[in-house]
């Protein structure tokens, strides 16, 4: 079945840097776009960025452009989001997404904490 497995979330200082990964399995990894979301309590889901396929092209949320950078590693079947520069405010859950077989596709998330 199609499993997405986030890990490498953690408390981190402000200015600090974390680097996100998402373990696929269950489905050809290298055929779909991944998505990573966060979510804050009182907040909706929102995106953060995605990376295509087979292209790579990239997009993200205006907050964290220039700061947080998606890829992928088709080899592994992983996916990252690399996030330098951390506020208080990137606080949350994030969450790896995948939208195939008609349905999306989410992980359990990982916690990310940025606080002095």
């Known amino acids: 079945q199609v499993q997405l497995v986030e890990s490498g979330g953690g408390l981190v200082q402000p200015g600090g840097s974390l680097r996100l990964s998402c373990a696929a399995s269950g489905f050809t990894f290298s055929d779909y776009h991944i998505n990573w979301y966060r979510e804050t309590p009182g907040k909706e889901r929102e995106f953060v960025a995605t990376?295509?396929?087979?292209?790579?092209?990239?997009h993200y949320h205006d907050s964290v452009k220039a700061r947080f950078t998606i890829s992928r590693d088709n080899g592994r079947n992983t996916a990252y989001l690399q996030m330098n520069s951390l506020k208080t405010e990137d606080s949350g859950t994030y969450y790896c997404?995948?939208?195939?077989?008609?349905?999306?596709?989410w992980g359990q998330g990982t916690e990310v904490t940025v606080s002095s």
């Open positions: 990376i295509s396929t087979p292209t790579g092209a990239t």
């Open positions: 997404n995948s939208r195939l077989y008609g349905s999306s596709y």
